[in-house]
């Protein structure tokens, strides 16, 4: 193959052939262009893999908005493949880890004082977990004035304001402490801003999220509180 065919409805194996040989950029359009004209398997497969190789290539080279573009349609591929020893799927549930610490490094990069470190990565992982549990997230750190929400979400069912209070490991208080009187009224003035200001028309709720553990270790404790009152 030459010229303008070098990538005309190559093979998966030929696509692998390139992978081997660190041709990372030629093996993704390869399968990008064989997988337009075939959704087989096979060729679901070399899609799969070479999207990987591309998503670590451009982590690597800090081009992270193009590496979740990348893990989008990952997600999406993956749903549509044979995955019998669950290979696929775990190799996803890395690239998702790396492009997590890659968010948590660049939200450091600007390195502030610590409890508004703490409080940047508990928001960034309250807004992970609530996307896996399907929600949509519509804002972050919305403000009016001086009052703010911490994350507005959306599911089939409501509008969801949340406050995240994060905590490091073994806390002398319950985060949900922090949520005193002058914290609930101003909740409650952002919440109701919001709803005129952008005319929400479906019920709505408050919920609180509690995060305990530390920065960039594993397993934090995640505790969800839906309908939180806030009265």
Not at 143 to 162: E, M
Request: hydrophobic residues 40%.
């Amino acid at each position: 193959m030459n010229g303008d065919d070098s990538f005309s409805m190559m093979t998966p194996k030929e696509i692998f052939e390139l992978r081997e040989q660190g041709r990372t950029e030629e093996a993704y359009e390869a399968a990008r262009m064989l997988y337009r004209a075939d959704k087989s398997n096979y060729a679901a497969s070399a899609m799969f893999w070479t999207a990987v190789d591309m998503l670590r290539l451009r982590v690597g080279e800090g081009r992270e908005e193009e590496a979740h573009k990348i893990f989008l349609a990952l997600e999406r591929l993956i749903k549509n493949l044979r995955d019998e020893n669950g290979w696929k799927h775990n190799v996803l549930r890395q690239c998702k880890a790396l492009l997590f610490q890659e968010d948590i490094k660049r939200n450091d990069a600007d390195k502030g004082p610590e409890h508004l470190q703490m409080g940047n990565w508990g928001e960034e992982l309250a807004a992970v977990y609530l996307r896996e549990k399907g929600y949509a997230i519509m804002e972050r750190d919305w403000h009016s004035k001086h009052r703010d929400i911490d994350i507005i979400a959306q599911n089939t069912d409501y509008y969801v304001f949340v406050e995240v209070k994060t905590r490091s490991s073994q806390p002398l208080v319950d985060p949900l402490l922090a949520i005193d009187f002058k914290k609930r009224q101003n909740l409650r003035l952002a919440i109701d801003h919001y709803i005129k200001y952008h005319k929400v028309d479906k019920p709505c709720r408050f919920d609180v999220i509690t995060i305990v553990g530390e920065m960039g270790k594993p397993n934090p404790v995640i505790t969800h509180i839906e309908d939180y009152d806030i009265l």
